[in-house]
């Protein structure tokens, strides 16, 4: 079955750019039938939507964070990534990627979660 | 975009039913039948409990159901069990291809 996995630094300096990496496993990111989702959990709080892509390149981000994300795929690795600039305390959270079926825009499928820490 | 409203936590005692309200508006859960349920017991990462308001994923129990009126979605449980114990997570599908969340709400069983 799909399986996501998150991997990147647990910690940021303030002002610095936040990078993660999801890899998919157990079946193909070019999947015509998925966006591929990030959202994050800031430590006891609710979830929010940071945004997707298709495996096509196109995105959608959150207005409140969109000047600040960048999210890429790599159909070659299988592999989609986040990007968060200008990082601050705030952004402190657990960062999960999630695969969205792209009919109901249900998120199906989570990766397990990766807490990254905005310190210096 | 705001969050959807739901109460900050519920509870109600084993076999009893509890139901978790979401509130949005016109411009989401009012015009759209893309609202999803999602359950975190604490310390893992949010499972999908109902998708499209009312269906359940393959293995998810019966005893979860959804509903919507107007601006409002409603997840009810009933049989409650232990196990039911977690927060849980509505979604709506808004304009422009975005998610909104609801703010989550604890469940506990008494």
């Known amino acids: 079955q799909v399986q996501l996995q998150e991997s990147g630094p647990g910690l940021v300096k303030p002002s610095q750019t936040l990078s993660l990496t999801c890899t998919v496993s157990?079946?193909?990111?070019?999947?015509?039938?998925?966006?591929w989702s990030w959202i994050r959990q800031p430590p006891g709080k609710g979830l929010e939507w940071i945004g997707y892509?298709?495996?096509?390149?196109?995105?959608y981000y959150n207005p409140s964070l969109k000047s600040r994300v960048t999210i890429s795929v790599d159909t070659s690795k299988n592999q989609f990534s986040l990007k968060l600039s200008s990082v601050t305390a705030a952004d402190t959270a657990v960062y999960y990627c999630?695969?969205?079926?792209?009919?109901?825009?249900?998120?199906?499928?989570w990766g397990q979660g990766t807490m990254v820490t905005v310190s210096s | 975009q705001s969050a959807l409203t739901q109460p900050p936590s519920v509870s109600g005692s084993p076999g009893q039913s509890v139901t978790i309200s979401c509130t949005g508006t016109?411009?989401?859960?009012?015009?759209?039948?893309?609202v999803s349920w999602y359950q975190q017991p604490p310390g893992t990462a949010p499972k999908l409990m109902i998708y499209?308001?009312?269906n359940r994923p393959s293995g998810v129990p019966d005893r979860f159901s959804g509903s919507k009126s107007g601006n409002t979605a409603s997840l009810t449980i009933s049989g409650l069990q232990a196990e039911d114990e977690a927060d849980y997570y509505c979604?709506?599908?808004?304009?422009?291809?975005?998610?909104?969340f609801g703010g989550g709400t604890k469940l506990t069983v008494l």
């Open positions: 157990g079946g193909s990111i070019s999947s015509g039938d998925y966006y």
């Open positions: 016109s411009s989401d859960v009012g015009s759209y039948n893309r």
């Open positions: 979604s709506s599908y808004i304009s422009s291809s975005t998610v909104v």
């Open positions: 499209e308001v009312s």
């Open positions: 999630v695969r969205e079926e792209d009919t109901f825009d249900a998120f199906d499928i």
């Open positions: 892509i298709y495996y096509s390149g196109s995105t």
